[in-house]
């Protein structure tokens, strides 16, 4: 009986244990279940996770790609800007440099023209002086002429010594030459001895009688010179006047104005005596006259 009991007992335990398991059993394949449900959702989340990684990774490659060629063609863009700036530059400087040039040569045409313009006023303003001073000068010598000529009527001037005077001789072969040469020589005798009046009477005949004489122009400035040596500053002034008017291209033509600006300085009249020395060294530089003219000037 207690046997019975026993095996009873035994197989009640055996059956509570074998419930009991069958209930773990179940729990563990429940969860078993439930984590392989877990991991297939993980799988199913990596191979999502991997296939967004390898889209991502994809996409970065494709971007990196394109930011590489975004890239290049900006470094290309930036050198081709950089060559076109650079010669934008040099084309702008290039431009500054020409510009420079081109306002130098206008400054410079500039003060040439104003040179030649400045050139040209000054030329015609010395013109338009010594115009005017050549007609005060011609003024003043009809005043001197006048009074001359009053001076000549009113004053007798004193009479030079007696000297016999010889007429002009016509030489035996005759000819207008040889009459010339002997009227000059004579004339020329008397000068040299003192007789300025018989030296005046055969000077102005050969010039009344020759006036194309080779002589007449020396005939002329003796004539002024024999009043310049009585001293008769006007009538001398006057008679060089004759010579340098009527004979402008005879040899006695730097002389007479030489003698005729000492003339006008020996009566006080400087300004026109400076004014004739500086025609002389001006128009016959090179001559004894204008050496004169100069030590002439630099003592008045």
Not at 12 to 22: G, I
Not at 243 to 270: D, H, M, R
Request: proline fraction near 3%; aromatic fraction near 6%; glycine fraction near 4%.
């Amino acid at each position: 009986m207690q046997t019975n009991k026993w095996w009873i007992g035994l197989v009640a335990a055996a059956l509570l244990c074998s419930c009991a398991l069958q209930e773990d059993v179940y729990t563990l394949d429940h969860r078993v279940a439930a984590l392989e449900r877990h991991s297939l959702e993980l799988e199913n989340r990596n191979r999502a996770l991997q296939k967004q990684a390898e889209a991502l990774l994809a996409s970065k490659v494709e971007t990196s790609s394109l930011d590489q060629n975004r890239e290049d063609d900006a470094m290309a863009l930036r050198s081709q800007y950089a060559e076109l700036a650079a010669q934008l530059q040099a084309y702008q400087d290039q431009r500054q440099l020409l510009s420079g040039r081109l306002d130098e040569m206008e400054y410079l045409l500039k003060q040439k023209l104003q040179g030649v313009e400045s050139h040209q006023s000054s030329g015609q303003s010395r013109l338009d002086r010594m115009a005017a001073d050549l007609a005060e000068m011609q003024k003043r010598l009809t005043i001197l002429e006048q009074s001359s000529k009053k001076k000549a009527g009113q004053t007798p001037r004193p009479a030079p010594a007696a000297t016999p005077v010889n007429k002009p001789v016509e030489p035996a072969g005759g000819g207008e030459s040889q009459t010339d040469t002997a009227l000059y020589a004579t004339a020329k005798k008397a000068f040299d001895e003192g007789n300025m009046d018989a030296a005046r009477n055969g000077f102005e005949k050969l010039i009344a009688d020759f006036p194309k004489s080779t002589n007449a122009d020396n005939a002329q400035f003796w004539i002024a010179e024999s009043y310049y040596h009585e001293k008769w500053y006007e009538k001398a002034i006057l008679e060089y006047q004759k010579v340098i008017e009527n004979y402008p291209s005879g040899n006695k033509l730097p002389a007479a104005l030489l003698k005729q600006a000492l003339a006008f300085s020996n009566i006080g009249e400087t300004n026109n005596a400076r004014l004739i020395l500086k025609e002389l060294i001006a128009k016959h530089p090179g001559t004894s006259e204008a050496a004169a003219a100069k030590q002439k000037l630099e003592s008045m």
